[in-house]
């Protein structure tokens, strides 16, 4: 098995320890702002740590990178700040494992962006798969609780869809951005990337929670003890992202990711006791399949 296939599995199952951390922060102990902040904050220290540690260790300096990685990195690290602000909204929609495969629609949103903007050609089985995956997205969010609207038109819905879309724009943004580093080393170039990407969103966070939320920082800061967790966890997890991201394209990357609808399952039932309903089951399955039939199939 290569090596960015069992990166990528490992990327999913840190990921779903990390979003299962924050949304029991976001339940009661922070707002949706603070608990994306904790995500970054509490990463910050072990991310730089770790990215110094392994430049002095390689012996090669700090390498060189142009203005096209801040471009990268930077669009990458706002759409990432955005998305997981959808997410951790979404948790309040709708049960966990639901959240995590609404987000997962990010594969059939940059097969679609790919075809409008690039002209990227989809084959017979990639729009028979996207259809499947529109049958699972309709069966999701079929939503029939007062106020909150039917079908695809439903806050649930929306939010997921538009953190799908965001996550995809920072996946090519932060594979734009290690890209454009000055090494042969893949690890040097998911390290350095994570550092500087992770320093901008906590310092950028900080300020517009100082601005919007007063308060909210001190919270986080109460909140340590579990969220500390969430930043090692957090750290692991887009480590592993960005050293698949060096290896291999962003879209086979994803395709292997879309194991944590299976492991994000296995949270919902054994750790916060929800049910998944037959419906829900039914559309779960089929958003999957059409994931990994997308990215097969062509």
Sequence with gaps: MEAWIIISIAAAAFQTLRFMLQKHLSMGTLSTG???????????????????????????????????????????????????????????????????????????????????????????????????????????????????????????????????????????????????????????????????????QALGMAGWLAWREKGEITRVIAARRTAVWMGLTGMAGSLCWFTAFTLQNAAYVFAVGQIEVIFSLMASVLFFREKIAGREALGIALLSASILGLILLN
């Design 34 to 200: 603070g608990a994306t902040f904790a995500r970054f904050v509490y990463s910050m220290p072990f991310v730089v740590t770790l990215a110094l540690a392994y430049v002095l260790h390689a012996g090669a300096g700090w390498p060189s990178y142009g203005g096209l990685f801040w471009i990268y990195a930077l669009s990458g690290g706002l759409a990432q700040i955005l998305a997981t602000w959808c997410v951790v909204a979404l948790f309040a929609q709708r049960n966990f494992a639901v959240g995590i495969t609404f987000k997962k629609t990010e594969v059939i949103q940059t097969a679609l962006v790919g075809l409008l903007v690039l002209g990227d050609r989809i084959s017979l089985p990639g729009f028979i798969a996207i259809v499947i995956g529109l049958l699972g997205v309709l069966i999701l969010s079929d939503n029939r609780i007062a106020g909150q609207g039917a079908r695809l038109f439903n806050k649930a819905a929306g939010l997921g869809l538009a953190s799908g879309a965001l996550f995809a724009i920072s996946a090519v943004g932060y594979r734009g951005a290690t890209l454009e580093i000055a090494s042969d080393d893949p690890f040097l170039r998911a390290c350095i990337s994570l550092a500087i990407v992770t320093t901008a």
